[in-house]
């Protein structure tokens, strides 16, 4: 079970917009509509942002988007907030017996 | 309001034993696939293991099949975890989550397992 691909660390300045990608292959993401965007802040647990790739759960703002091209999925962040800088964390179901977490992406609010 | 409370974490010696317990309340327990998900110190996450309602869907990591046990107890609003041949490798916040198509939406606050001699 491998884990996906995210870069370690994005970065942008209050009010601009970042995207966040997970790569993976054609048998996980490529093959998946169940991708999900988690965001966890120092010493709390992960918090889901995204699912189904794009779909939000009430609450979360629709700053936060999702899409999926192939085999890489994306997080996009508009108009970025102080409060944005955590960690983030793509996953997606591999077949039917696993789950692969991305390795994780430190958005930091410059 | 949701609330999934970990617990029986703690330090345990290379090759030992350890049993984690998530306790629900606020959900209808029975009516969720649930989930283990760990994060080492410093580390991602990873998923770790799923069960489902009535236990007769187990899902394990590689990483951790053939030594670690999910199992729940629909009447306690339990969830359990068995870890058995500990590895500092297991060393994490081990965190319990709901699990629906692949997507954990409630999270617990996590139990600390340390391995080491």
């Known amino acids: 079970q491998s884990a996906l691909t995210q870069p370690p660390s994005a970065s942008g300045s209050p009010g601009q917009t970042v995207t966040i990608f997970c790569t993976g292959t054609s048998s996980d993401i490529g093959s998946s509509n169940y991708v999900s965007w988690y965001q966890q802040h120092p010493g709390k647990a992960p918090k889901v942002l995204l699912f189904?790739?794009?779909k939000r759960p009430s609450g979360v703002p629709d700053r936060f988007s999702g899409s999926k091209s192939g085999n890489t999925a994306s997080l996009t962040v508009s108009g970025l907030q102080t409060e944005d800088e955590a960690d983030y964390y793509c996953?997606?179901?591999?077949?039917?017996?696993?789950?692969?977490f991305g390795g994780g992406t430190k958005l930091t609010v410059l | 309001e949701v609330q999934l409370a970990e617990s029986g974490g703690g330090l345990v010696q290379p090759g030992g034993s350890l049993r984690l317990s998530c306790a629900a309340s606020?959900?209808?327990?029975?009516?969720?696939?649930m989930s283990w998900v760990r994060q080492a110190p410093g580390r991602g996450l990873e998923w770790v293991a799923t069960?489902?309602?009535?236990?007769?869907?187990?899902r394990y990591a590689d990483s951790v099949k053939g030594r670690f046990t999910i199992s729940r107890d629909n009447a306690k609003n339990s969830l359990y975890l068995q870890m058995n041949s500990l590895g500092g490798e297991d060393s994490a916040v081990y965190y319990c989550a709901t699990e629906e198509y692949f997507r954990f939406d409630h999270w617990g606050q996590g139990t600390l397992v340390n391995v080491a001699s």
């Open positions: 069960i489902n309602q009535d236990e007769s869907v187990k």
């Open positions: 996953t997606s179901n591999v077949g039917s017996s696993s789950v692969a």
């Open positions: 606020g959900i209808t327990f029975s009516w969720y696939w």
């Open positions: 189904e790739v794009t």
